[in-house]
């Protein structure tokens, strides 16, 4: 791990120290050398497959060590000694592995879809399952929290992806993903009642109450159990960036969930069923109000929250006819251009 301890001094995380530094250094040069060796000797009296395997013994050591560069050059020369597309596939798994410890999105990105042409060439089912893992998480960082939970929860019967985390992470991930994306039948279904999930949760703290009281409508408890969740939100690799934006879900969801039993209650009434002081309240739903987030006015001098739900038929009615104005007016251009 020479480069990442080098990283590591150049960010003053730890100070230098130079015997240890020269060290590091001596024994990742002495493996390289055998490894090139090994290289050499497949080349000049091996087949094709040893030559490919003296590379991609290479390209993992770069990997081990944290060489990024010089390891993504190894793995692109080791694809090019590769013809089946599994085991070209796997390259692309090791590729998104690395970009993932950098946080380099780019490079996921790219690696996801060069991985979904390969699998237009033919590829197991194994490798397609352990893929949607990969780029549920790549959604997950990017804050596509909806399509990472339908990918999560495709997952959870085939999940074989250890190498990126274990699976009670993987059931966090799930669970906080489709409470912020599914509705409450879909959640009840497919997260809920799910029994890999139901044999797993239990292991994550505060995560079982977490779903169930909000499902149950038990506001107090879910309040209890997102504050533990918190930390562990906040600690998360890839959730820590987008630690104030989920806070910020999570409770659009619990008070709209709250709010849809109701056409008006009072905020005494609400602050009671979430534990919580009516300024907390008051203060919370203004800023949701303020922002579009929830459909109901604050009458500050009864005390009283009234609820005011969009029409979704009104709202369908008023985008056809948009579209259909925007269609007259495409076939009048075009009206016009066949004319001349």
């Not at 020479?2 to 060290?23: G, M, R």
């Not at 579009?292 to 985008?319: F, M, S």
Request: proline content about 1%; some cysteine.
């Amino acid at each position: 791990m020479t480069p990442y301890y080098e990283t590591l001094v150049a960010d003053k995380v730890v100070e230098l120290d130079q015997s240890v530094l020269d060290s590091m250094r001596a024994k990742n040069e002495g493996e390289i050398k055998k490894l090139d060796e090994k290289i050499t000797d497949a080349e000049e009296n091996l087949g094709e497959s040893e030559v490919r395997e003296a590379h991609l013994a290479k390209s993992l050591y770069y990997i081990q060590i944290g060489e990024k560069e010089k390891a993504l050059e190894q793995l692109k020369m080791t694809e090019s000694k590769t013809v089946a597309v599994g085991q070209k596939m796997d390259l692309v798994f090791y590729t998104l592995q690395i970009g993932f410890f950098y946080k380099d999105f780019d490079l996921i990105s790219k690696s996801i879809d060069k991985a979904k042409n390969l699998f237009e060439e033919g590829g197991d089912w194994e490798r397609k399952n352990r893929l949607k893992v990969y780029e549920g998480l790549y959604c997950m960082s990017t804050r596509n929290f909806k399509k990472a939970a339908n990918l999560f929860l495709d997952s959870i019967s085939t999940f074989t992806t250890y190498e990126l985390f274990p699976y009670e992470t993987f059931i966090f991930y799930t669970v906080l993903t489709s409470i912020i994306s599914l509705d409450r039948v879909s959640l009840k279904q497919k997260v809920v009642d799910a029994p890999e999930i139901l044999t797993v949760i239990g292991k994550v703290p505060y995560l079982s109450e977490f779903l169930n009281s909000l499902y149950d409508c038990q506001y107090k408890s879910f309040f209890l159990a997102f504050a533990g969740l918190t930390e562990q939100i906040k600690l998360d690799r890839y959730l820590h960036s987008h630690f104030r934006f989920y806070m910020r879900e999570v409770r659009t969801v619990v008070y709209s969930q709250f709010l849809e039993s109701y056409k008006s209650v009072t905020i005494e009434a609400m602050a009671k069923a979430f534990g919580v002081t009516v300024e907390f309240i008051d203060l919370e739903l203004s800023r949701f109000i303020a922002a579009g987030k929830l459909h109901c006015k604050i009458d500050k001098v009864a005390g009283v929250l009234e609820t005011n739900r969009p029409d979704a038929k009104n709202a369908l009615y008023q985008a056809t006819i948009k579209q259909g104005d925007f269609l007259l007016n495409r076939i009048q251009k075009l009206s016009r251009v066949i004319d001349l």
